[in-house]
T-cell receptor, first 113, second 115 residues
């Protein structure tokens, strides 16, 4: 069935280190992916997106990598800061025509001082 | 801030009651999607509205219904509330529909508690 899953439910990193959050998706026809950050009590915040015709995209301190061969997506955060502590979701676009995003259960990132 | 606003922020309702949640989309955005997020889970798609018409629906019963207005704001209505309807309801706005995938921007959500 359709699903977007995450390998690690909780990730703890030292402040200043790089973080890597992974995501597996099941629909090989998905053509658009987004990473969202959600802080407690808030709605998901757009971080970065990538289309299926790309394998890497960089933003400010963040990089998204897409490996379509193994249906894997990752979010890399450079020099992780305390403000990065949140739950991170990857979402894939359902190309079936309903224009919905399919979210996984999320990975909690904890930044240790 | 995304420019997507939802009201109310918190709501407590009794089982069997009806509820209406509201969303104002980001300026210029003509598409609104609604999601339900249970505690500890990712958002689940309810439905989407594009230019005042429903444009896709997830696995939610008919007692979940919606509207989109000419100014692209939207309402989510839930009838005959059940305890399992307790969740954070998120509205997301985006521009366009169809094959052009664009990012969706979320509001802060409405926390609904059914007792």
């Amino acid at each position: 069935g359709e699903s977007v899953g995450l390998h690690l439910p909780t990730l703890s990193v030292q402040e200043g280190d790089n973080s890597i959050i992974n995501c597996a998706y099941s629909n090989s026809a998905s053509d658009y992916f987004i990473w969202y950050k959600q802080e407690s009590g808030k709605g998901p915040q757009f971080i970065i997106d990538i289309r299926s015709n790309m394998d890497k995209r960089q933003g400010q301190r963040v990089t998204v990598l897409l490996n379509k061969t193994v249906k894997h997506l990752s979010l890399q955060i450079a020099a992780t800061q305390p403000g990065d502590s949140a739950v991170y979701f990857c979402a894939e676009n359902n190309p079936s025509g309903t224009y919905k995003y399919i979210f996984g259960t999320g990975t909690r990132l904890k930044v240790l001082a | 801030e995304t420019g997507v606003t939802q009201s109310p922020t918190h709501l407590i309702k009794t089982r069997g009651q009806q509820v209406t949640l509201r969303c104002s989309s980001q300026s210029g955005h003509n598409t609104v999607s609604w999601y339900q997020q249970a505690l500890g889970q990712g958002p689940q798609f309810i439905f989407q509205y594009y230019r005042e018409e429903e444009n896709g629906r997830g696995n939610f019963p008919p007692r979940f219904s919606g509207l989109q207005f000419p100014n692209y704001s939207s309402e989510l209505n839930v009838n005959a509330l059940e305890l399992d309807d307790s969740a954070l309801y998120l509205c997301a706005s985006s521009l366009g529909q169809g094959t052009l995938n664009t990012e969706a921007f979320f509001g802060q959500g409405t926390r609904l508690t059914v007792v």
